[in-house]
């Protein structure tokens, strides 16, 4: 069974594209990223929208934090979770209409489930740095997909690993494979998504010294 659950939001610079297809935007000084070294990286959730995705505000609290945890723990980034509904770097949001949210995608697609990318970039003097990033998940999508273990949980990861700056895979079994595939799909982020993540988070930092 094959659910279309993602899609890849992003503003791409005047540049030449990248080699390696599992980064979203691609440029000539190297995939955009958010640098570890500059700091903590913040999140909110915004709920309105999540009781009419099927789930609650606390139960969706918990996924995301553990989202963020898994991430936090295996990677280089360090995540803090701001108070609902505020401005944070990465935005999470409810919505069928993610027009509302000033994005050029004005409408997602029937059986997609959610979108993430980044939405805001600037140019270092080097290099292109993320600023800012979007998750908007699908409330009708995700409660008419309820009953399938572990696809919300796959969903939330897949998309935020858009708004860090991955792209697609081609493997069926990754968490950035283009849809999610029972029983290939896991609800967890994988060893090769750290990998990639931690490309990202280290590029453009200081190398450590030997």
């Given at each position: 069974?094959?659910?279309v659950?993602?899609?890849?939001?992003?503003?791409?610079?005047s540049?030449?594209?990248?080699?390696?297809?599992?980064f979203?935007?691609?440029?000539?000084?190297?995939p955009?990223h958010y640098?570890?070294?500059?700091g903590p990286?913040?999140w909110?959730l915004?709920?309105?929208?999540?009781?009419?995705?099927?789930?609650?505000?606390?139960?969706?609290?918990?996924?995301?934090?553990?989202?963020?945890?898994?991430?936090?723990?295996?990677t280089?980034?360090?995540?803090?979770?701001?108070?609902?509904?505020?401005?944070?770097?990465?935005?999470?949001?409810?919505?069928?209409?993610?027009?509302d949210?000033?994005?050029?995608?004005t409408?997602?697609?029937?059986?997609?489930?959610?979108?993430?990318?980044?939405v805001?970039?600037?140019w270092?003097?080097?290099?292109?740095?993320?600023?800012?990033?979007v998750?908007?998940l699908?409330?009708?999508?995700?409660r008419?997909?309820?009953?399938?273990?572990?696809?919300?949980?796959?969903?939330a990861?897949h998309?935020?690993?858009?708004?860090l700056?991955?792209g697609?895979?081609d493997?069926p079994?990754s968490?950035?494979?283009r849809?999610f595939?029972r029983?290939?799909?896991?609800?967890?982020y994988?060893d090769?998504?750290?990998?990639q993540?931690?490309?990202?988070?280290?590029?453009?930092?200081?190398k450590?010294?030997?």
């Open positions: 069974m094959l659910v659950v993602g899609s890849a939001l992003a503003t791409v610079p540049a030449q594209a990248a080699s390696d297809h599992s979203l935007i691609p440029s000539e000084t190297g955009v640098p570890a070294c500059s990286l913040t909110s915004h709920t309105p929208g999540i009781t009419d995705s099927g789930s609650t505000p606390v139960a969706e609290h918990r996924m995301w934090q553990q989202a963020f945890q898994q991430l936090d723990d295996a280089d980034y360090t995540f803090v979770q701001l108070p609902d509904d505020s401005a944070a770097t990465i935005s999470i949001h409810y919505t069928d209409r993610p027009a949210l000033d994005l050029p995608i409408r997602l697609a029937p059986g997609t489930a959610g979108l993430g990318g980044i805001d970039l600037a270092s003097g080097t290099h292109w740095i993320a600023k800012g990033s998750v908007a699908k409330p009708t999508e995700l008419r997909w309820n009953h399938i273990s572990g696809l919300r949980s796959w969903v990861r998309e935020l690993a858009h708004a700056g991955l697609h895979q493997d079994g968490t950035m494979a849809k595939s029983p290939l799909s896991q609800p967890t994988q090769k998504d750290f990998e993540l931690n490309t990202l988070a280290r590029a453009s930092c200081p450590p010294l030997p």
